[in-house]
């Protein structure tokens, strides 16, 4: 059975930058939609970025939009959150997710899109 493990977190200044990564074992996240949330302390786990399965369309929260990117790479089961122009609100765990249902589906918004998730990743970014 497929896991999703996420890496590339850490603490940042503001205004600097950072890469997750989401990396698939034992099977692969190949023709499924994946996608990036994010949960602060207290708080609900929020929508951050998602891809379809072909790579060909994203979507962002308004939050995110400009600054971050997401992008995979099939062939080496991983995909990617380039983040830039951290802020302090940006801090939270990070989760990556994929749907193992969804075959050839579109990049997804919602928390129910999505029913297979990574441990997380937390970033911290310092004012």
């Known amino acids: 059975q497929v896991q999703l493990v996420e890496s590339g977190g850490g603490l940042v200044q503001a205004g600097g930058s950072l890469r997750l990564s989401c990396a698939a074992s034992?099977?692969?996240?190949?023709?499924?939609?994946v996608g990036w949330f994010r949960q602060a302390p207290e708080k609900e786990r929020d929508f951050v970025a998602a891809?379809?399965?072909?790579?060909?369309?994203?979507v962002y929260s308004d939050s995110v939009q400009g600054r971050f990117t997401i992008s995979r790479d099939d062939a080496k089961k991983t995909m990617y959150l380039q983040m830039t122009d951290l802020k302090p609100d940006d801090t939270a765990v990070y989760y990556c997710?994929?749907?193992?249902?969804?075959?050839?589906?579109?990049?997804?918004?919602?928390?129910?899109?999505?029913?297979?998730w990574g441990q997380g990743t937390q970033v911290t970014i310092s004012s």
């Open positions: 997710g994929t749907h193992t249902a969804r075959k050839f589906g579109g990049a997804g918004r919602r928390l129910g899109d999505y029913n297979l």
């Open positions: 034992g099977g692969t996240f190949r023709l499924f939609p």
């Open positions: 891809i379809d399965w072909s790579g060909g369309r994203t």
